[in-house]
């Protein structure tokens, strides 16, 4: 098959994925493929096409015959791709490395590796290779999350605490780095900062539910009884208070169902303040 020939049926290949005539597409790529099995471009996009498919086995075919004619960066890149998704991390590493070897800008080469080393709790090599993406790309969400739930696991709670803001920054809306933030706060003993997250928390989303699932999960015995009503309940909590502090939960959990969201918890973190027996 001569060359003008073959470019003008992976052309054809070409316009039908971009109409996402999937099935169609990768038809024309494999009779291309049959007709001049060293057109290395039909391979690669074919490979493409079988990865969103979830066909990864088919895929690592097309990618490895793609790179026993030629050899580029972004093929080794999806060849760790691969690995990483069937669980193959060392192996994946290999490819990745290639791919950065071949272009030093190309950081999502190091930031899949970066993902690798943590599946292979080599945290240290996930590190670097977090920071190194970050030296490239100063916005990376994924990096800049991965690396400070690492330092949140590791006890480096400052540093952790650094780059959630700066994931904040960049987008003011996200409540998970918020929700960390919190519960380092908690950590280091700084509750009032770490309860004022968390109601910032409480009125930005209604499907947060951090809090209320904390609460329910506390057994609460004065809610044994069908009488009395909730704000006869909340006051004789909070005359019970002065005396027992462990009813500063069961205080929470009725301003919780009262639907006071706040107020249950400044009683929650008024509980976690309290002297220990």
Do not use: W
Not at 17 to 38: F, H, I, S, T
Not at 147 to 164: E, F
Not at 193 to 206: F, G, H, L, Q, Y
């Amino acid at each position: 098959m001569d060359s003008r020939s073959s470019d003008t049926q992976f052309n054809e290949a070409l316009r039908l994925e971009k109409q996402c005539d999937l099935d169609g597409a990768m038809n024309a790529y494999m009779e291309l493929l049959r007709k001049d099995p060293d057109y290395r471009n039909a391979y690669i996009n074919l490979g493409s096409l079988y990865s969103r498919l979830n066909k990864l086995q088919e895929a690592m075919q097309c990618y490895r015959a793609a790179l026993t004619l030629g050899s580029d960066y972004i093929t080794h890149f999806n060849m760790g791709c691969i690995y990483y998704k069937i669980g193959k991390y060392s192996n994946a590493l290999d490819y990745l490395a290639k791919s950065f070897d071949m272009n030093k800008a190309f950081y999502l080469s190091l930031l899949v590796s970066g993902l690798c080393y943590s599946r292979l709790n080599k945290l240290q090599n996930a590190e670097e290779s977090f920071l190194q993406v970050l030296q490239l790309a100063p916005g990376n969400r994924v990096a800049l999350t991965a690396l400070a739930i690492i330092y949140y696991n590791t006890s480096r709670y400052d540093r952790s605490l650094a780059l959630l803001d700066r994931i904040v920054t960049l987008d003011n809306e996200a409540i998970t780095p918020r929700e960390l933030k919190s519960d380092i706060l908690l950590k280091l003993g700084r509750i009032d900062e770490s309860a004022k997250i968390t109601k910032e928390i409480a009125a930005r989303s209604d499907g947060y539910r951090y809090f209320e699932e904390y609460i329910k999960s506390i057994p609460v015995e004065i809610f044994s009884d069908r009488y009395g009503t909730m704000d006869e309940k909340i006051s004789s909590l909070q005359v019970k208070i002065h005396t027992d502090t462990e009813n500063l939960i069961a205080l929470s959990l009725c301003h919780l169902l009262k639907g006071d969201t706040e107020t249950a918890i400044d009683y929650l973190y008024k509980y976690k303040k309290k002297p220990a027996n």
